[in-house]
């Protein structure tokens, strides 16, 4: 049986848009979990389905020494749990996320953009520090 981990910076962001993927992945018979800073409390749909939720302190601050502790926690999920896939979303888990392949090189990395920081218009700083981690990485 496959093992999805779903990785977002902040909980809201599964509520919002990932509920109806994550359950149809449950029910197409995936294991599907997530990792996130729990800003609100996850959907209870996901909790009765047997979604694991890990509490990740994730700050949506890029240069935050918090995300630097968020992706040891990530690592030790990794670890423990083997998962075959790893989905991400949203900038700073997106980034974190597809590091850990450095570590655990078999595991499939899927990414998906919910818009990005850079764009005609935007600050000078967003362009300076999300333009230059979405080319690289």
Same mark, same amino acid.
């Given at each position: 049986? !496959?093992?999805?981990?779903?990785?977002?910076?902040?909980?809201?962001?599964? &509520? +919002?848009?990932?509920?109806?993927?994550?359950?149809?992945?449950?029910?197409?018979? /995936? #294991? #599907?979990?997530?990792?996130?800073?729990?800003?609100?409390?996850?959907?209870? %749909?996901?909790?009765?389905?047997?979604?694991?939720?890990? &509490? =990740? *302190?994730?700050? %949506?601050?890029?240069?935050?020494?918090? &995300?630097?502790?968020?992706?040891? %926690?990530? %690592?030790?999920?990794?670890?423990? &749990? !083997?998962?075959? =896939?790893?989905?991400?979303?949203?900038?700073?888990?997106?980034? /974190?996320?597809?590091?850990?392949?450095?570590?655990?090189?078999?595991?499939?990395?899927?990414?998906?953009?919910? @818009? /990005?920081?850079?764009?005609? @218009? +935007? *600050?000078?700083?967003?362009?300076?520090?999300?333009? *230059?981690?979405?080319?690289?990485?």
């Amino acid at each position: 049986m !496959k093992k999805i981990l779903y990785i977002t910076t902040v909980s809201r962001t599964i &509520n +919002a848009f990932l509920i109806p993927h994550i359950e149809m992945l449950i029910d197409k018979g /995936y #294991v #599907v979990d997530c990792a996130c800073f729990i800003d609100k409390p996850i959907d209870k %749909r996901l909790i009765s389905k047997g979604v694991k939720v890990y &509490n =990740v *302190p994730f700050c %949506r601050k890029p240069l935050s020494l918090r &995300n630097l502790k968020a992706f040891w %926690r990530l %690592r030790f999920i990794q670890k423990i &749990n !083997k998962y075959d =896939v790893v989905h991400v979303h949203t900038p700073i888990a997106a980034l /974190y996320g597809r590091i850990l392949k450095l570590w655990f090189p078999k595991i499939k990395i899927i990414y998906t953009a919910h @818009g /990005y920081h850079f764009y005609k @218009g +935007a *600050p000078k700083i967003a362009w300076c520090m999300f333009y *230059p981690m979405e080319k690289l990485i």
